[in-house]
T-cell receptor, first 112, second 116 residues
Framework: QKEVEQNSGPLSVPEGAIASLNCTYS??????FFWYRQYSGKSPELIMS????GDKEDGRFTAQLNKASQYVSLLIRDSQPSDSATYLC????????????FGKGTHLIIQP | GAVVSQHPSWVICKSGTSVKIECRSL??????MFWYRQFPKQSLMLMAT?????????EQGVEKDKFLINHASLTLSTLTVTSAHPEDSSFYIC????????????FGEGSRLTVL
């Protein structure tokens, strides 16, 4: 069973602080990793993608990947109330036309 | 970026009726589209992979005769929920890969189905 694990939360972070979201995956051969943000009642929107070990930064967001540990994380700096949402970790565990496997998501709350 | 449009955004139907949901790629051609279902406070579960010009590939546990998928063109895939029942009430979301083939998926707006 190919799985993507996330802590469901809620994770509560003060405004302006760093929010740290974590994800582990079961398929060691996975190559593509994504973080999506989903507001209640809406469809997911892509925040970050990462394909190689290390850090990738985009504005206030930093994705970190460690394939040896099968671990991917998302850091949000200077958290804003508008960042409050559910963050879904997604992994491409197959080749070709396979869809993504999603974690259950972490509910993030930024406290003003 | 790649834009995926889904219609209708919400639908209410009576038990036993069928409902069709459309998914269109607006600015690119999508040979493959994916249909997901999401129940409240749950993650997205892949239902099926829709391939243009061929039969869809269904995930284990998804009834192909109940969830009919048609991908007749490079820009349109449809999901028909046949003989809908209250337990089929859910948020259905389609997605497609972009043309750069980086593995990321672009999602439609989603369709919320309520079966009475």
């Amino acid at each position: 069973q190919k799985e993507v694990e996330q802590n469901s939360g809620p994770l509560s972070v003060p405004e302006g602080a760093i929010a740290s979201l974590n994800c582990t995956y079961s398929d060691r051969g996975s190559q593509s990793f994504f973080w999506y943000r989903q507001y209640s009642g809406k469809s997911p929107e892509l925040i970050m993608s990462i394909y190689s070990n290390g850090d990738k930064e985009d504005g206030r967001f930093t994705a970190q990947l460690n394939k040896a540990s099968q671990y991917v994380s998302l850091l949000i700096r200077d958290s804003q109330p508008s960042d409050s949402a559910t963050y879904l970790c997604a992994v491409n565990m197959g080749g070709g036309a396979d869809g993504l496997t999603f974690g259950k998501g972490t509910h993030l709350i930024i406290q003003p | 970026g790649a834009v995926v449009s889904q219609h209708p955004s919400w639908v209410i139907c009576k038990s036993g009726t069928s409902v069709k949901i459309e998914c269109r790629s607006l600015d690119f051609q999508a040979t493959t589209m994916f249909w997901y279902r999401q129940f409240p406070k749950q993650s997205l579960m892949l239902m099926a992979t829709s391939n243009e010009g061929s039969k869809a590939t269904y995930e284990q546990g998804v009834e192909k005769d109940k969830f009919l998928i048609n991908h007749a063109s490079l820009t349109l895939s449809t999901l028909t929920v046949t003989s809908a029942h209250p337990e089929d009430s859910s948020f259905y979301i389609c997605s497609a890969k972009g043309q750069l083939n980086t593995g990321e998926l672009f999602f439609g707006e989603g369709s919320r189905l309520t079966v009475l």
